[in-house]
């Protein structure tokens, strides 16, 4: 697929994907979804993809969901192509925290609506310091439909989720990292060495465990401890089982 509204390198295994509207502060909409999805498709495919980061160009990592698009939509009463829109983006943002490998958002710039729910479905969230992130969807009597309302309070606890889903206040990155938001703030001139860095000292890791950790966090986090417990088991079991993890142990015993 060409891209338009991004650009893409990959690299031993790291794609790095930046947001890169020519016009506009990187707005989500179809195309773009469509762009990120084919992404995904690609990652899907690669044995060797290891990690994704997702960056903004520019002065924002995206604004959210593309108004002008959505407003021709209301005005027309075209609701079948706003739920469309709507379900897309879950979609997507599912796929993305489904990936088994690792997903890094480096958020330079402005994340708001569902660029910050884009952040939200990757694994972790490295943010620039001049970052601002929040959810503006109340002020236009809407609420963040891409999973913010689910992903948000999982990684900042419920009542901080509240607390800015019914204000809309926009946060900046230190405060969005008292707030368990966003879990690391850089230098704005040091994101992209960051995310680098971040995926050099994955690639040294032994590629057929990440899966399994993945796996049995999202599992746990989503169950019962016991069931949790039960299936870190499981995953750890089979992670074992691996060539490289005997030799591995081998070594460090004879070290």
Not at 49 to 63: E, Q, W
Not at 111 to 139: I, Y
Not at 199 to 220: N, R
Request: hydrophobic content about 40%; some cysteine; glycine content about 8%.
């Amino acid at each position: 697929m060409a891209y338009e509204l991004i650009d893409v390198s990959v690299e031993s295994g790291h794609y790095h994907v930046a947001l890169a509207n020519p016009d506009k502060p990187n707005p989500i909409n179809d195309q773009l979804q469509a762009e990120l999805n084919s992404v995904v498709d690609d990652v899907e495919a690669d044995d060797e993809a290891r990690v994704v980061s997702i960056t903004g160009a520019g002065n924002a990592f995206a604004v959210g969901a593309d108004i002008s698009q959505m407003n021709e939509w209301f005005q027309n009463d075209e609701w079948e192509q706003l739920i469309r829109f709507f379900r897309g983006g879950q979609e997507l943002m599912a796929r993305i925290d489904e990936l088994d490998v690792v997903t890094v958002a480096g958020v330079n710039g402005y994340a708001l609506g569902g660029g910050l729910e884009l952040a939200l479905a990757c694994d972790v969230r490295l943010a620039a310091e001049s970052a601002q992130v929040g959810f503006p969807e109340v002020d236009l009597g809407m609420i963040p439909g891409w999973g913010g309302t689910q992903r948000l309070p999982r990684v900042a606890g419920k009542s901080t989720a509240k607390d800015l889903l019914v204000t809309g206040r926009r946060i900046d990155a230190e405060e969005a990292h008292e707030l368990g938001v966003v879990d690391r703030v850089v230098a704005d001139d040091e994101l992209d060495d960051e995310l680098d860095a971040y995926a050099e000292t994955l690639a040294e890791k032994p590629d057929h465990v990440i899966p399994y950790l993945l796996d049995a966090v999202e599992t746990g986090t989503a169950s019962p401890i016991d069931t949790g417990l039960a299936y870190e088991l499981l995953c750890n079991t089979f992670a074992s089982f691996d060539e490289e993890t005997a030799e591995r142990i081998r070594e460090f015993a004879e070290n």
